[in-house]
Structure formats: C-alpha cells, structure tokens
C-alpha cells in the first residue's frame, strides 16, 4: 500500500476507478504512511458495516475521514483539522469536493469554530453537565413553541463553573 | 451542548452551528465573521446553496473579491435557515465578545429569529451578559449553571486515579483534596 501510496501527487484527486469515489490528497497528508493507512481506513469503509454496528466514525482516524455523500459524488477528506465535528451532523459529515467550494467557505468567514470544537471535545469529562438535559428550563426551550419568546435558552455562570464543556 | 444536540440530529433532521466567542481573537470575532462562521457551518452538510455560490461569485467578478459583508450574510443566513426544517445555534462565551459588537450580536440573532421563528438559540456567558441577552429576548429561558456536587467528585478523582505520582498519596490526603476541592467550588 505504501508504495503506491508515494506516486499519489499530492494536492491531486485520485479516482478510484470502477467504485466512483474520489479521493482528496491533501498537502498536508504528505506521509506516506499516514496516508496509506487513511487509506486503508477509507477503504475498509467502503464494505458494509454489519447491522449490528453501524458505521460510527468517532475519535480516532476514522474522524479525518468520514464519508458523507453528495448528490452525484462521494469523496473522503482529511488531515486538515476542520472535518471534525461541530458540523451539521457529526455522522454523516461533509467534504469539500472542488476548489470553489473551499474558497467559498473561506470567504464566508475566516473563522474556523471546528478547531476550538474538537478541543474541547477531547478535554471533556464524560458525564459532566448531562443534568442540564433533564432540567425543566432545558425540555421548555427544547419544545417551546414558535414565536412563545422561549426561543433563547441562557445559561450563566462564572468562569470556571462548565459552561462550555456542557454535554 | 453541540454534541449532544448533534447526536439528535443524527436521528433527526435537525442541524447544529456553534461558535466559542474568544477573548484572545474578539477582534477577529466581528458581527460579519460570526455570521459567516455560522452559515459555513450550516452549508457544509448538503453542499453549497445555489444562492450562496451566486453571492460569491457576484462578489468575486463585481468587487474583485471583497469579503461579504454583515448585511449579505445576514441574507444568505435567513434563506439558508429557512430552508432547513430545524436550525440550533449555540454561542458560548457571549461575555468574552467584544462589548461593542455584543448588541449586534444579539440584535443580528433576533433579526434572524423575526424571519425564521423555528430556530432555537442557545447561548452561555458569565452573569453579568444576562441583561444584554434579556434586553433583546425578553422572554429568553435563563439557567444558572453550577457544577453539581456529584460532577466535581467525578472529576476530581479521575484527575488523581492519573497522578503521575500515586506512591506520594495516601487515603487520607486523598479524601481531603476531593472535600476541599468540593467545598471551595461551591462557594463560587
């Protein structure tokens, strides 16, 4: 796998014929290692997941390189710290399949929210904070109703007291 | 909180944008930035909206590539929202956004909701912000968050089952740490 992976130009898209996905090399990504093994990892995921484990990419290398799927194209992407989380939905999470589309999120903000997301993330307690889900205020902005006012849940604290690393 | 309301949406079609306001780049965090930050959150899932591409290419081809402005994004943001069955925002730390920008914040987030009244907000930040956010949305559910006796027990003893050093502890020291920790958090 190695060796094939060293003649991947990188910063190209590798087709990979026959199966219909495209494969995003990333400047980033230049070990051949780490790319053979993402590699390995993409394709494996290509099989389907048994029923009783449903295909879950979480904290390890799967994160970099979840799948998601386009209206005409799947593609995997990775390595560059934003494919994390934070996202619409952390199950399916989306790639960015053309040039355009990466200079068009750029220049929708220079802010990358993901980063700090994937930080706290991995810094947090499991566990901590999950009484919130069940408190009365939280189920009242939950389900308010549309144009009740209840729209804006506020939870203030002091510095310190978790806000951020509520689950 | 991201999490958690990510893992909803894996079950339902809901989708989730967050953003920490930062004391260390709240120069960085303008009204424009944010607003884009949120829509680039919210794009990422099913592709890039049409209207958003034309946006960015009118810009591109009319002002040689200037950035959007707060206004444009604004419009992308209500057409994007109103377009998805059910949008949570999150914004943590409003206290640590720059107190100018504060007010169009949260004027921008209300602007929003006129258009699309199916989204919920979610927002954290010290005690002292509770009034801003109240000014704005007056009838805003307000929690106080404190760490339960039980979380700082949990945490603390995770933190000390990894010292580094476990042959200097003792029974006795280490039933002292957790009380003392416990007792000081609750006085704040």
């Keep these: ?129 999950e009484g919130l889900l069940e408190t009365r205020e939280f189920r009242e902005w939950r389900g308010s109703e549309e144009g009740s006012g209840k729209e804006v849940l506020f939870c203030s604290g002091n510095p310190g007291v978790g806000k951020t690393y509520l689950r | 909180m991201i999490d958690s309301l990510c893992d909803q949406a894996g079950k339902q079609d809901i989708a989730v944008a967050g953003l920490y306001c930062d ?38 081809r009319e002002f040689g590539g200037r950035v959007p402005r707060a206004v444009d994004l604004m419009g992308m943001l209500k057409i994007t929202i109103s377009s998805l069955p059910q949008v949570f925002i999150c914004l943590d730390a409003l206290d640590e956004c720059l107190p100018k920008y504060l007010p ?3 004027e921008s987030l209300r602007d929003i909701m006129r258009v699309c009244p199916r ?28 760490p339960t006796p039980g979380d700082i027990r949990n945490y603390v003893e995770m933190r000390l089952n990894r010292d580094t050093e476990p042959e200097a502890m003792n029974a006795v020291l280490r039933a002292d740490i957790v009380r003392v920790i416990q007792e000081t958090i609750s006085d704040m």
């Design chain 2, 104 to 106: 169009d914040l949260l």
């Design chain 1, 1 to 129: 796998m190695a060796r094939f992976v060293r003649r991947i130009p990188i910063g190209h898209a590798l087709w990979l014929k026959g199966i219909g996905w495209m494969l995003i090399v990333p400047q980033q990504a230049s070990s051949p290692r780490f790319l053979s093994s993402v590699i390995g990892v993409f394709i494996n995921s290509l099989k389907p997941p048994p029923a009783a484990t449903p295909f879950l990419p979480s904290t390890n290398t799967l994160d970099r390189s979840i799948m998601a799927q386009t209206s005409h194209i799947q593609s995997v992407s990775f390595g560059d710290g934003n494919t994390g989380c934070g996202n619409v939905n952390n199950i399916s999470n989306t790639f960015y399949l053309s040039d355009e589309d990466e200079r068009i999120l750029r220049w929708l903000s220079p802010l990358e929210p993901n980063h700090r997301h994937k930080g706290v993330r991995t810094d947090r307690f499991e566990g901590v904070g």
């Design chain 2, 23 to 60: 004391f260390l780049s709240q120069h960085d965090q303008t009204i424009a930035n944010i607003m884009g930050a949120i829509l680039k959150q919210l794009v990422r899932r099913g592709g890039i909206p049409d209207h958003v591409r034309k946006a960015f290419k009118t810009g591109q």
């Design chain 2, 119 to 146: 989204m919920r907000i979610f927002l954290t930040g010290r005690p002292h912000v509770v009034g801003d956010v109240q000014r704005y949305f007056s009838e805003a559910v307000v929690m106080p968050i404190s």
